[in-house]
């Protein structure tokens, strides 16, 4: 049953905030709708972010041809929304989400059949996927809704290199279904590992160490060095090692109120290179495992793309040379917001604490996406060409909304 629009508006406000503390989005990925009638629903405004909205700001849809009332612009997915009301009417509550396991098991491009039983009850039998194409497209709804008229009995969907998009009778139920969808991708990960490696018993460590002897890589590093993290004003910034903070002059590398350390260099080389104000090491175990290789990331998510870069290159760690690494990382990093150190995890950029945030899940999602892709042996990639277009209107649009 439809709800009443003051009672849909408060839920979808409510939907966005328990989304992010609940980790299944960040910031404004995904959005959240819900039904008030039999020709429309009200869904979350386009570029705004979750943790600040209002009621106010949320847009009444029409469910026929996606026009909209008032000013404030709606989701871009909001063909997606509507082609679930239309295909399911008893659905009133929709979700989509850019939730880390499921957008990895959405990679491979597989339906998962036979659902576990411990989730079947919430999944049904069987979780389909929808073709890839690229997020706010035409194309994309085509596709999306393709995907519901060939599952009717389905309740939530997989979008290749994308997220889920969940369809729930209410906002308990949708709830309910992206919970449990989370739950039963991760188990297919790890059952998925057991499968190929052949391990008694599943850990995080056993699933690196065996992507990493895949690539005859060695194992996990022993030892990780500190290269700090830094926020800079004007001609001077602020770089702290170990707990201990230096102001340190960009253009000498000078230690103003004492001794910069000797990663003082990394950081003046991204200054130099990029337009921004923050940057921070990142060392989550995942985005060590794909550092150690060595290799440039290519995207096998559209959120990577658009967030981090249309690649990411690694350079190689020297310990003792700071000026070399420095000076690759520094060529490495124009134009991204990110760039790998062999070995020893990230550095990631950006212009304020959402900034980075939104860097640091992109970078330990997509690692993780192209450690579990490979143990799958389905390693499939978003289009070059869709990767420059996402990262052009991100940084044109998107990333100068946000950070209003």
């Not at 921070?280 to 440039?296: C, E, N, Q």
Request: charged content about 25%; proline content about 3%; hydrophobic content about 40%.
């Amino acid at each position: 049953m439809a709800y009443e629009i003051q009672e849909a508006k408060r839920l979808v406000v409510q939907a966005g905030k328990r989304l992010v503390e609940s980790g299944l989005i960040a910031r404004t990925w995904g959005n959240v709708s819900a039904r008030i009638s039999d020709t429309q629903f009200v869904i979350t405004p386009s570029g705004r972010a979750y943790e600040d909205l209002t009621e106010d700001e949320i847009v009444v849809v029409n469910i026929e041809d996606c026009s909209h009332e008032g000013d404030i612009k709606p989701s871009s997915e909001k063909g997606v929304h509507a082609a679930a009301y239309r295909h399911h009417p008893t659905v009133d509550f929709v979700i989509h989400t850019h939730q880390k396991a499921a957008t990895i098991v959405s990679i491979t491009g597989m339906e998962i059949r036979n659902v576990y039983k411990e989730f079947a009850d919430v999944l049904g039998e069987k979780v389909p996927c929808a073709e890839y194409a690229m997020s706010t497209t035409e194309s994309l709804r085509k596709k999306v809704e393709k995907c519901i008229m060939m599952n009717p009995s389905c309740r939530a969907i997989n979008l290749m290199h994308h997220g889920t998009l969940v369809m729930g009778d209410d906002y308990d139920h949708a709830f309910a279904i992206a919970e449990n969808l989370e739950k039963c991708c991760e188990k297919v990960i790890k059952d998925n590992f057991l499968r190929h490696s052949w391990a008694k018993e599943y850990s995080d460590e056993a699933r690196r160490n065996y992507f990493l002897k895949k690539h005859n890589a060695g194992v996990m590093p022993e030892e990780i060095c500190d290269l700090g993290s830094s926020v800079r004003n004007g001609n001077i910034f602020t770089l702290t090692v170990g707990g201990k903070s230096v102001d340190v002059d960009v253009t000498t590398g000078v230690g103003i109120n004492g001794i910069a350390p000797k990663v003082e260099k990394i950081h003046r080389a991204i200054y130099n290179a990029e337009d921004c104000t923050m940057i921070k090491h990142i060392s989550a175990p995942d985005v060590v495992a794909y550092s150690t290789l060595g290799d440039t990331m290519i995207p096998m998510i559209d959120d990577f793309a658009q967030i981090a870069g249309i690649d990411v290159k690694c350079c190689p760690w020297i310990n003792g040379d700071t000026d070399e690494c420095a000076k690759e990382i520094g060529k490495a990093i124009e134009n991204r917001n990110a760039v790998l150190v062999q070995g020893m995890g990230a550095m990631i950029t950006g212009n304020n604490d959402g900034d980075l945030q939104a860097l640091d899940i992109i970078m330990d999602k997509g690692c993780a996406a192209a450690v579990d892709c490979d143990i799958f042996n389905r390693q499939h990639y978003v289009p070059k060409f869709e990767c420059f277009l996402m990262r052009t209107v991100y940084l044109a649009k998107y990333s100068k909304q946000i950070n209003k």
